[in-house]
C-alpha cells in the first residue's frame, strides 16, 4: 500500500506539472477553458484518475478553477494559496503569530518604502484627493470611536493601485488577509497607537502631494511602528504568563 500511494503521489504530480505546461504552450489566460477530462488524458497520456487528482490539486492552488456542470478554467493565479498557508502558520502557536505578522511588516514596509518613487510619480491628483479623502474618513471613525482597519487597508490598495503590478497588489491584499486573521490575538490598539496611525497616513499623502520621496520613506516607517509596537507588547505579556 504504501509503494502504491507514493506512485499516485508521484503521477499526480507529474500530470499537475504537464497541465501547467499545456497552459503555458497554449498561451492561455485567466479564465480561458481548458480542454475536458478526456480531452487532457489523451493530450497528457495519462489516466482520468490523475487527471481528476490533479486538478484538484491545481484547483486548490487556484491554478485552475473548476466550475461544475461547466468545465476546468485557468485560474485566476491569485495569492490564496499563500494566504491560507501563512493564516495556517500564524495560529499554530501564539509566537507563530507574532512572528508571522512581524515578517508582514518587514515585507509589507520594505515594498512600500522601496516603491516610493515609483508611487510619487505615478500618482495622479484623483488618486491623491482620494488618498486624503480616505485619511479623513479614519479620522472620522477614530473621532467616533470605530474601527479604522478596512479604511486603512483601502488607502494602502488605493496607493499601489497605480503602479499596475498585479502581483504586488495581490500580496498586500494577501498580508491583510492574513493580518485579519491573526492580528486578533493582540492586544486592542491604544488611542495614541490609532492616533499615530492616522498621522501617518496623512503624511505619506503630504509627502506624495509634495513629490519628497524622503518624507515618504519616513511616513511609510512610522506608519508600522504601532504595529510593531503592539507585537512588542503582546510578545512580553505571553513570556510572562
Known sequence: ????????????HEVAERIKRYIIDERLRPGDPLP??????????????????????????????VRHGHGTYVGRLSMSALVEGLTFRGLLSPEDDFKVLEELLDVRELMERGMGPRIIDTLHADHLSALEALVDQMEERLGRGEDIVAVDRSFHALLLDPLGNDLVSQFSSACWEVYGVVAPHLQVSSKQDEADTVAAHRDIAAAVRAADPAAFDRAVQAHYRPARRRIAAARARGAQG
Do not use: F, H, Q, Y
Open 1 to 12: 500500500m504504501p509503494a502504491a500511494s507514493g506512485g499516485r503521489s508521484l503521477r499526480r
Open 36 to 65: 475536458t477530462e478526456l480531452e487532457l488524458c489523451e493530450a497528457l497520456g495519462a489516466s482520468r484518475s490523475s487527471v481528476r487528482e490533479a486538478v484538484k490539486t491545481l484547483d486548490a492552488l487556484d491554478i485552475v478553477e
